[in-house]
C-alpha cells in the first residue's frame, strides 16, 4: 500500500513422470525379519513443481502396493548435474549425480496403499531432465505385483510407532502441496531439517555482524549468541534470512516513492533486542518495526507474478499497531514504488481506516492490494473482519484466480477463524491481479514507512494453500509455545 494513493519469474514448470512399478524387497535393515512369500511392488510419481534459472522445484510421490514396510531408502541418478540443495521429509546424500533419500521418524512406516510424499529444492545448469528410474532399497523397477522369497520389511511386533509428521509449518505447507517459497523466522526453524541462520545482527561498536542460528536442527532460535555478541552495546537486525533455500532474505528496504530516513535513503533497521520473547521455554527476540523501519527483496525467486496463486502467513504481536501506513508481510512492487492497482499482496495489521476497516476499533488484519487495504470484497467498511489484537496474533491473506482470503487466529491456542473467502474486491484493477513478487516487512508497496509492528515468523508460498493444511500450520505454530 502506498501513502500516496490517498490523494519473471515465468509461471512454474510441472512436469509430472509417472514411473513404472518398483519391487520393494528387504535389505537387512534393523527391525525387519523374513517373509517366505513377501507381496512387494510400488509406483513412483517425479513432478517438477516449479524451475527458475538455475534452479527447481520437485516433488516426489511413493505409493506402496505390497505388504506394509517400515524403514525404506529411495535413489535415483540425476544425468545433467542436477545438486539438491535442500529436502524434507526425509534425508538426502547425494555423491555425483546419485542421490539418497531415507525416511525421516515420522514416515518410516508406508502401508499397503499408503502414499510418502517427499520433496526438495535443487540447482541445475544447462538442462533438468527428470530421473528415468527408482530404486526402494536396493530393488530397481520391475513393474506390477509379485510374490517375492527375499526379507520384506515388516516390523518386528516390538517396533513402535513413528511420531506424526511433519513437523515444520513449511513440512505442512510441502505436504498438502504449495511448498513455502520464503520462510522468514528470528524465533525458530520453519522447516523441520533446517539448521542455518535465522538472522544477522550487527553490533555498533564495531560495525562487525554474527550470524544468529538455532540451537538443534528445527530448533528455536539461539539468542545466547545474540546476548553475548552484543552485551555493552546496540545491536541491529541486518538480515532475516529465508529458510526455503531461494535466498529471499530481507535486508534494508531502500528508498521507493516515498524516501526511507536512513542515509542515502534508505529505511531504519530494527533494534535487535526490542521484542524479547520466550518460545517453549527459549530465548528469542523478534522483529520490533519503529516508523521509518523496513526491509525488503526486490529480486526474488519464485514468488507468485501476475495472478499466480500464493498463500502466506505471519505472526505478529497484537498489541503493537498504530493506524500508519502500512505494517505489512508480503507481496510487493519490484521498484519500491506504487505501480497501481493489484501490483501488490501483502498481510496488513493495524488500525488505518482510510481505505478499509472492519468492526471494533481494530487492529484488523487486511489484505494491502496496492491502492486500497481490503478487509472484504467491498472497499471501505466490512462487517465480518473484526478486531484482533491477541498477544501474538496469525494473520493470513491468500489469493488466486479472482478469489481470495483472511483468515487468523490466536497464535498461542485455538483455531483459524475465516473473516473472509470470496471474490477480487469489486473495485477496477484488481482483477486480474499485477502482482510484481518482491517481499516486503514493515513497510508499504512504494515504501511508506509510518506504521509500526512487530514480526516473529512468516512464510509464503506457491499455489494457493487448502483451509486444512492452514489449520494445520496453525496447530504447529500453537505447539511451538509463543510467550
Known sequence: MSESSTRRRRRPLVAIIALTALTVAGTGLAGSHLASAATTGCRVAYTVTNQWPGGFGAAVDVTNLGDPVNGWRLTWTFTAGQTITQLWNGTATQSGGAVTVTNAAYNAAITTGATVSLGFNGTFTAANPAPTAFALNGITCTGGVSGSPTPSLSPSPSTSTPPPGPTGPCDIYAAGGTPCIAAHSTTRALFAAYNGPLYQ????SDNTTRDIGVLSPGGYANAATQDTFCAGTTCLITIIYDQSGRNNRLTQAPPGGFQGPAAGGYDNLANATAAPITIAGHKAYGVSVAAGTGYRNNATNGVARGDQPEGMYAIFDGTH?????CFDYGNAETNSRDNGNGTMEAIYFGNIKVWGYGTGNGPWIMADL???????VNA????NDPTVNYRFTTAIVKGEANHWAIRGGNAQSGNLSTFYDGKRPNVSGYNPMKKEG??????????????VGTFYEGVMTSGYPGNATEDAVQ???TAAGYR
Open 201 to 204: 545482527v550487527r553490533r555498533s
Open 321 to 325: 499497531y498504530n493506524g500508519g501506513c
Open 370 to 376: 496496492e491502492n486500497g487495504l481490503f478487509s472484504g
Open 380 to 383: 471501505g467498511y466490512n462487517a
Open 438 to 451: 518482491a517481499i516486503i516487512l514493515g513497510i508499504g508497496g512504494d515504501n511508506s514507512h509510518g506504521a
Open 475 to 477: 496447530a504447529n505454530i
